[in-house]
């Protein structure tokens, strides 16, 4: 009789989204004309940089001729992107990282998930709270966990609370933790990380030979140039961090699909006999076999990117989302709500107010304004009495759901 991973058993069934869209299609059935806007899923809404498509359009037509044609190509992903990757978004930052350290691949939700395939089952690992749910759920599949218990905590994980108690930063633990998830800036709290603060933790994972996964997907939505992009800005992290980076959120690749890992060949864990053994090898290994590369029209299309034209419409791309965020925070704020994040992160983090639980003000704002966001207690359980906006829709959406709460709230 065949048996199955019995960790899959572990899983809150997918709680957040279904139970949204159960929220969120009763009031639609039961008020057919409510025009409900959704700003609470974190994906992208506007069209690829011209940039982009113009160099997939071009990258079709090299399939289509016999001497440019390309079959599967090398797993690590082209050298071409590779390169360009390493000169803009490292080198050119002051990061000592080579292309042969940067993986590409279809997304950083898989190798989120996919790296735990080369540490061992015997980790502890820390994550902050609230969190991206791919981190947590992908060790209670690998193994890495106990049962959840009322509140959704998983045994065996460390909880590092990040809240307005604490400023937003994820404080380094008193205990000893192996591996460490931190995404700055957060999704989805849009927090971020000084300098400072990295360092602290790059001090800590290489006093303790911890391994810290380091998640940029939304790097590039940082405008204060006083914030780290990558965790290789920080003395010591070539020792320490593997970085995770997306197309998805800056280029608008959510449904493109590419991404990139970065595991320096400075890195090593410890194997059972106690030697140290390099990451890279590894990664490279797990990549050669489980992985055939992202297409090379969708890396023709990252590569552009980085051309002049593709920049600047990435950054036209960014600015705008990142008007969406203002138009979000000064219009809650005015409403009377308390609001953080959204300054280096498409997201702004609502404190709920009068005591409301997350769930609470999710209806409230579904049934008075029409307006769906995310409860901030479906991140984890220290989201509790917040609420993600996120600033991925267009400008109309986003002005005219503002002018709902601003309406519905003033009038309080
Ligand atoms: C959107 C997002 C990503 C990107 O995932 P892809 O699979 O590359 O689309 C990674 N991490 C976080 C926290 C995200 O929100």
Not at 88 to 99: E, K, N, S, V
Not at 186 to 210: C, I, M, R
Not at 282 to 307: D, M
Not at 328 to 345: D, H, Y
Request: net charge negative; charged share 20%.
């Amino acid at each position: 009789m065949a048996t199955i991973n019995n960790n899959y058993l572990k899983l809150k069934a997918g709680y957040l989204f279904p139970e949204i869209a159960r929220r969120v299609n009763a009031f639609a059935q039961a008020n057919p004309d409510a025009p409900i806007i959704r700003l609470g899923i974190g994906d992208v809404t506007e069209p690829l940089p011209v940039a982009c498509r113009t160099a997939m359009t071009n990258a079709i037509e090299d399939m289509g001729d016999r001497s440019k044609f390309k079959g599967y190509g090398p797993e690590q992903g082209y050298a071409w992107l590779r390169e360009a990757i390493a000169k803009h978004d490292f080198q050119a930052r002051g990061c000592t990282i080579d292309a042969d350290e940067i993986f590409i691949s279809d997304g950083s939700k898989c190798d989120c998930g996919n790296i735990l395939d080369i540490f061992g089952h015997d980790n502890t690992i820390a994550v902050t709270d609230p969190v991206y749910p791919v981190y947590v759920d992908t060790n209670v599949m690998a193994g890495n966990t106990g049962d959840a218990n009322d509140k959704g905590e998983y045994g065996g994980l460390v909880y590092l609370p990040i809240t307005a108690e604490n400023d937003f930063t994820a404080q380094i633990p008193s205990q000893k933790v192996d591996l460490i998830y931190l995404c700055f800036p957060n999704n989805p709290t849009g927090a971020t990380a000084t300098k400072a603060h990295l360092q602290a933790w790059v001090d800590y994972a290489k006093a303790n030979g911890s391994i810290i996964f380091f998640d940029a997907a939304y790097e590039a939505f940082i405008t204060d140039p006083s914030l780290p992009h990558s965790i290789y800005e920080i003395d010591g992290a070539r020792d320490c961090a593997i970085e995770f980076r997306s197309f998805s959120k800056n280029a608008g690749f959510t449904g493109t699909r590419c991404a990139l890992t970065v595991v320096p060949k400075t890195l090593t864990a410890k194997a059972a006999d106690g030697s140290d053994v390099e990451l890279w090898k590894l990664w490279n290994r797990r990549q050669s076999t489980k992985f055939n590369g992202v297409s090379y029209i969708v890396q023709r299309g990252a590569e552009a990117v980085y051309s002049p034209e593709g920049t600047a419409q990435v950054k036209e791309l960014i600015s705008f989302y990142m008007e969406n965020a203002q138009i979000i925070r000064k219009e809650l704020t005015a409403a009377g709500l308390q609001v953080f994040g959204g300054i280096n992160a498409p997201y702004v983090w609502v404190k709920t107010p009068n005591g409301l639980s997350s769930w609470e003000f999710f209806d409230k704002l579904l049934t008075n304004c029409f307006v769906v966001g995310t409860p901030g207690s479906g991140f984890g359980a220290a989201g509790e009495g917040y609420f993600r906006i996120s600033a991925f829709n267009s400008r109309a959406n986003v002005e005219t759901a503002m002018q709902r709460i601003a309406d519905k709230f003033k009038i309080q």
